[in-house]
């Protein structure tokens, strides 16, 4: 008798602890408990309706067609690059560049730029590497007469000659649909620009980052890694949420070229996820290559597409452009130890 009632009494102290954790917020009946440092909202598991997740004829009819959004970023540049990739990029992914210290891989992420807005596409490019009007800049090399001396020991002197530049209709077509942040916008904010550029063109814009280690969000680590973790989790997140491409610059490991080019998926020293949660990995060596080591969901081939920089017209193109020559195919052992 003294068990049953020591088990009663033990029951109401639980009972009463756990009144004492329950917290109110607001005046609407919404609430949460709290446990320890463990805060459970009520309501939270509410919304969730088990039959969203059946296959359903309607949702595979919309995934398969209007909520198909592949961007085309080719121009007349980068065809081989384009057509290894998919013929574009594709909306809900992330892409994830490598690249060792240098500003080729800007000038290539400005040339996709220009080249999605070509065709019609809006680009939201936060650009944290290289200031708004240098890129700008590098558009007017690219689509005028002038190499990158020209413009800037002359052109930028004679404020007439540089009005006829930014009338060139190709330049004027990327003007409007070229958005390049170099303030820093914390990402948990970018909704609202992504909401903003659809209302304006409706048409969702491309994100493009350079580069990863540089952008911010509202929360505080102490760990770089975990840090960068974060990011990509709310780069995905947005990716997928919004329906868009994000194609992201990422520094390599030092040790990945210190000592000549050892490229793996190891060489992305920033985060510890990205390996597992970007849909593509590339990386940009130092022979102007992009070697593709994961392609995943719909983004491309595995394999190397030989490239070419003239950082007198800032341009990158398939090299058998640049060369004047057929293209021609070369099969590689990647990282994952299967043939491209």
């Known amino acids: 008798m003294n068990e049953l009632n020591n088990e009663k009494d033990m029951d109401l102290v639980y009972k009463e602890e756990d009144d004492e ?26 919304s969730i309706d088990a039959s969203s997740f059946l296959y359903d004829e309607d949702k595979i009819t919309a995934e398969l067609s209007g909520e198909y959004y592949r961007v085309p970023f080719a121009g007349s540049n980068l065809p081989s690059l384009e057509e290894k990739m998919n013929g574009g990029l594709l909306g809900g992914r992330v892409y994830v560049l490598g690249s060792i210290p ?41 689509f005028s007469q002038y190499e990158m001396e020209g413009i800037t020991k002359g052109i930028l002197k004679d404020f007439e000659a540089l009005t006829e530049l930014i009338r060139i209709h190709k330049v004027k077509e990327i003007m409007g649909l070229k958005y390049v942040v170099e303030e820093m916008v914390y990402v948990d904010d970018w909704d609202r620009l992504i909401e903003q550029i659809r209302i304006r063109h409706g048409k969702r814009p491309v994100i493009l980052v350079d580069y990863l280690r540089k952008l911010k969000t509202k929360e505080s680590f102490v760990d770089e890694r975990l840090r960068v973790d974060e990011l ?56 102007e290559n992009l070697i593709i080591f994961k392609a995943e969901r719909g983004t491309g081939q595995l394999g190397r597409s030989f490239l070419k ?26 990282a994952c130890d299967v043939y491209c």
């Open 102 to 142: 240098s500003f080729d891989k800007t000038i290539f992420l400005n040339n996709i730029a220009d080249n999605i807005c070509l065709n019609g596409y809006p680009v939201l490019f936060f650009s944290y590497d290289v200031g708004r009007l240098e890129l700008f800049f590098w558009t007017l090399v690219r």
């Open 21 to 46: 954790d329950i917290e109110t917020k607001g005046s609407n009946g919404h609430g949460s408990r709290s446990a320890g440092s463990v805060r459970i909202e009520e309501n939270s598991q509410k």
């Open 232 to 287: 990509i989790l709310k780069l995905n997140d947005l990716a997928k949420r919004f329906n868009v491409p994000v194609f992201v610059v990422s520094e390599l490991a030092r040790n990945a070229y210190k000592y000549g080019p050892k490229f793996t998926l190891g060489s992305f020293k920033e985060s510890g996820i990205i390996e597992y949660e970007a849909s593509w990995l590339g990386i940009w060596d130092e022979d």
């Open 309 to 334: 920089l003239d950082r007198n017209k800032m341009t990158v193109m398939d090299r058998n452009i640049a060369l004047g020559i057929k293209e021609t195919f070369s099969k590689f052992r990647c």
